[in-house]
């Protein structure tokens, strides 16, 4: 868990009101984590806001892909591993306790969050060139996405630190996806976490921990009711119930 304040020396403006919120839910429920990514991005909350969390076992899907065509929904059923789709668009990828899930939140108008920038300078940290973090030419550690709302721009990473499932990337035909193990970067969760926290601090100078705001987790239940808790939104990027909160639920999904 990061500690409560953090000052750093870096970019950030230290006088000003721009702290960054260092968001403590502890969870691995895959349905929950989406729900309240989505909800940090919609809630209002004084942003910027960083979130580092894990999923269990889990194929995580992006807003417009036909599950049944990048899936191998038969592996999944077999192994009991649940299909999630998320808010942002992008490709599906497999997580599990192995990985690192990052979000930054920023404000609308303003600096975009540049989460991959921020992740290429951790990973340089640990001394592996930033090419690392997309790959050349094979698969990289981090898969990036993304989502605009009337008051923020979400960006959030999955960061692949070892695999825990050996089998975990033959849920998703085709998948190249490389570990920073697969690197031969022996380098626990614990001190991947501490990098990343160490980057994004940097760049913002001021940090504070505090537990999802109860505007934020109204928010977020609102989204399990209407979507997150339906298996059809999972399937098929529709959702039978309608937001109480009025939040726009998009269209039919895309190949």
């Known amino acids: 868990m990061p500690p409560r304040t953090i000052v750093a020396e870096g970019n950030g403006r230290r006088g000003s009101a721009s702290v960054l919120s260092v968001i403590v839910e502890d969870t691995r429920d895959p349905v929950r984590n989406l729900a309240l990514d989505e909800a940090l991005a919609r809630a209002g909350g004084p942003a910027p806001m960083l979130r580092v969390w894990q999923n269990s076992p889990s194929v995580v899907v992006g807003r417009f892909q036909n599950v049944g065509q990048c899936v191998d929904m038969a592996a999944c059923a077999r192994d009991g591993i649940p299909i999630v789709r998320r808010a942002t668009g992008g490709g599906a990828v497999y997580t599990d306790p192995g990985c690192l899930n990052i979000t930054l939140v920023c404000s609308r108008p303003g600096p975009e969050p540049r989460l991959d920038e921020l992740l290429a300078t951790a990973i340089k940290g640990f001394g592996l060139p930033a090419r690392a973090v997309r790959g050349e030419g094979t698969g990289g550690v981090v898969m990036l996405a993304g989502l605009r709302t009337r008051r923020a721009v979400l960006a959030h990473a999955v960061l692949r630190v070892t695999t825990l499932r050996t089998y975990g990337t033959g849920y998703l035909p085709g998948d190249t996806a490389c570990t920073l193990a697969d690197h031969g970067l022996g380098i626990s969760l614990d001190a991947v976490r501490a990098g990343v926290f160490g980057a994004v601090i940097e760049r913002f100078g001021v940090a504070c921990a505090r ?24 399937l098929s990027g529709q959702a039978h119930t309608v937001d109480p909160a009025g939040m726009a639920v998009f269209g039919n999904p895309g190949g």
């Open 211 to 234: 537990p999802p705001s109860r505007a934020e987790t109204r928010v977020a239940d609102r989204l399990l009711s209407s979507r997150y808790l339906d298996i059809t939104w999972h």
